[in-house]
């Protein structure tokens, strides 16, 4: 039988060629093939040109020839550096080596492992071991001359898409391997920041907890202490604010690089917030964790930090607290009581190493504080406030017009609480601000509605030490005095001599802008710190209240007495009336109106009491001595 008709266009592009049809979804993929490089390794030029011929008329369009081996290896070479060859169609017979020498020596280069070798063989040479050696060799199929294109595309085509799909399985499995190298080393980096901070490098807050709760474990069973050292930078949060957080980055990192030259192989360095540091020293005594301390504390009080043209001084204040084993701590426990002893060292002045311990005054007022926010919080949603009244009489003609502003707090059970047990509370948790918002309110509202009966009643109202840094107070007095319609002048704001002076400035802005609605300001605890004499003359204030400390004993004390003359001297040179409180006998209220002294109140005079009835009470008698103990 002879051999079937080549019908060439049928390996032409376009649908009508057997391969397409065979692969009828991946006609774009073998338009790729036909457009891959094709070697034909051949040294009869009549012969390689029939084979260039067939595959032109397949489709095949990129196409280069060798006659020897030596030369093929070259064009192969070349092809790792420009365009790769794609396939060979390599004769047996070549005048260098023989077809299959070639096919080892490609097959023994990884680069080359995968193109296809199309061995082209003399059908004289067909048996059963050559074509076993060939395969050995590393061919991919063998095509016996006379070559057809019926019998050699397909098999090429087939080849060729084949080693495109084991280079694409080739490059999938190279960027999973990849991938999940990526995925290890991305595990890796989560987990070092599980336990690490990262900006630092060192332990976080997680892993100091973990370490805290293995140094008490090992206390309790092995009766080795351990300490904690909790540090905090007392300059950081200036250079942060004022260069900017980039600087403080820097900063902490210096700071972290100087801590790690001084901690031992076996201890626990950590960046736990912003600005704070902690440090577990294991196996430590009291005496070491002490020294230790003192010695970081002086390490970082001489450390320098340069910022463009500022040095800043770094400085640092470190709690101490022990692990001792007989003691039952958790990790939560010892960080808290070694950030508490940092708390007293930075309220004792900073820059300072201090030991915790259970009766520090710092932490009884944490307690304190504690126990108080809820009962606050408590007091200002139900309304639970309340305000009493204390008479201010005025000397000359024994009349009552003024009354100082007092508040009160009732408990859940109803019971009065003193404003000298939960003011304090209230400034140091942030809730005094909420306080004077509602003192002011139903001090004015209580004025307002005795007003319809007595129009001649005015209120002194007590304001906080930190009032005057809250910038709705003058908008809540404006609304509050326009809502009520009552007169500005029947308000006086009292406030203290220290808290007029801690910040003079602001205050007596606020003061002014206060007294411009019409209000009037009277400074309280005259005298007490002798600082007011410097800041009178610029501090517009109409009354001074003497501090009661010269007024308890001053029927007895001829010291009080000279000092109180003194203040009411400078009074009245200024042009300002006086009070004098706690005034709490007969004897005492005579001397006062003695000095000079133009009204005065206290528990002789009357007890705080609610205002509307105490004002009927003073209206209803024509003497003090009706009313007074």
């Known amino acids: 039988m002879g051999h079937p008709v080549d019908r060439g266009n049928n390996w032409k592009h376009g649908p009508a060629t057997p391969i397409d049809s065979a692969y009828p979804n991946h006609s774009h993929f073998l338009d790729k093939v036909r457009r891959m490089r094709i070697l034909i ?376 609480i003193d404003s000298m047990e939960f003011i304090p509370a209230a400034e140091r948790m942030g809730l005094i601000h909420e306080i004077d918002s509602w003192v002011i309110k139903h001090a004015i509202i209580s004025l307002r509605d005795l007003s319809a009966q007595y129009d001649d009643v005015c209120l002194n109202i007590n304001l906080s030490q930190h009032a005057f840094q809250d910038s709705q107070l003058l908008p809540l007095v404006r609304q509050q005095l326009r809502g009520s319609n009552i007169a500005a002048e029947r308000i006086t704001f009292e406030i203290t001599e220290t808290t007029a002076i801690a910040n003079f400035a602001r205050t007596r802005r606020m003061v002014k802008q206060l007294r411009a609605l019409g209000c009037r300001f009277a400074l309280d605890d005259f005298g007490s710190g002798f600082n007011s004499y410097a800041y009178l003359k610029q501090f517009p204030v109409d009354v001074l209240k003497i501090d009661g400390a010269f007024i308890t004993d001053l029927t007895r004390d001829p010291i009080d007495q000279a000092l109180v003359k003194s203040m009411v001297d400078i009074a009245k040179a200024l042009g300002k009336e006086t009070v004098a409180e706690f005034v709490s006998s007969a004897a005492t209220l005579n001397m006062v109106r003695a000095l000079g002294i133009d009204y005065a109140q206290g528990y002789y005079i009357s007890e705080p009491s609610e205002l509307a009835r105490l004002h009927g009470q003073w209206q209803a008698v024509d003497s003090i001595k009706g009313v007074c103990k």
């Open 41 to 416: 390794v051949d040294p009869s030029p009549g012969s390689a040109a029939l084979l260039q011929a067939v595959l032109t008329k397949g489709g095949f369009s990129n196409i280069i020839n060798s006659q020897t081996g030596a030369d093929a290896l070259e064009q192969m070479r070349l092809g790792l550096y420009h365009e790769p060859i794609s396939a060979l169609l390599l004769c047996f017979n070549l005048p260098d080596m023989d077809g299959q020498e070639l096919c080892r020596t490609l097959r023994a280069y990884e680069e080359w492992a995968g193109v296809p070798v199309i061995m082209l063989s003399p059908s004289a040479l067909w048996c059963d071991d050559a074509a076993r050696a060939a395969y050995d060799a590393g061919a991919t199929a063998i095509v016996y001359k006379p070559v057809r294109s019926v019998e050699l595309l397909p098999r090429l085509i087939s080849a060729m898409c084949l080693k495109e799909e084991w280079e694409l399985r080739r490059r999938r499995e190279t960027e999973l391997v990849t991938e999940l190298a990526e995925l290890k080393v991305m595990e890796a980096r989560l987990q070092y920041l599980v336990a690490h901070d990262d900006l630092t490098g060192l332990h976080n807050r997680r892993q100091l907890e973990q370490s805290l709760g293995l140094a008490a474990q090992r206390a309790r069973e092995h009766k080795r202490s351990s300490a904690l050292l909790y540090l905090d930078l007392d300059q950081f949060k200036v250079i942060n604010n004022y260069e900017g957080h980039s600087a403080g980055d820097h900063l902490l990192i210096q700071v972290a690089n100087c801590l790690r030259q001084h901690i031992g192989p076996r201890d626990t360095l950590a960046h736990i917030s912003s600005d704070e540091f902690a440090i577990l020293l294991s196996d430590c005594s009291l005496q070491a964790a002490m020294s230790n301390a003192e010695r970081l504390r002086r390490r970082l009080d001489g450390m320098q930090f340069m910022c463009g043209s500022k040095t800043y001084q770094i400085g640092a204040t470190i709690g101490v607290a022990m692990i001792d084993p007989a003691e039952a701590l958790g990790a939560g426990d010892i960080l808290a009581r070694a950030d508490q002893a940092c708390f007293s060292a930075k309220r004792h002045g900073r820059n300072l190493v201090h030991l915790y311990s259970r009766d520090d005054v710092e932490l009884l007022d944490l307690r304190n504080n504690a126990q108080w926010l809820p009962l606050i919080r408590d007091a200002l949603v139900n309304d639970r406030f309340r305000l009493v009244f204390q008479p201010i009489i005025r000397l000359a003609d024994n009349r009552i017009h003024h009354y100082e502003v007092l508040t009160r707090m009732l408990d859940a059970d109803g019971e009065i």
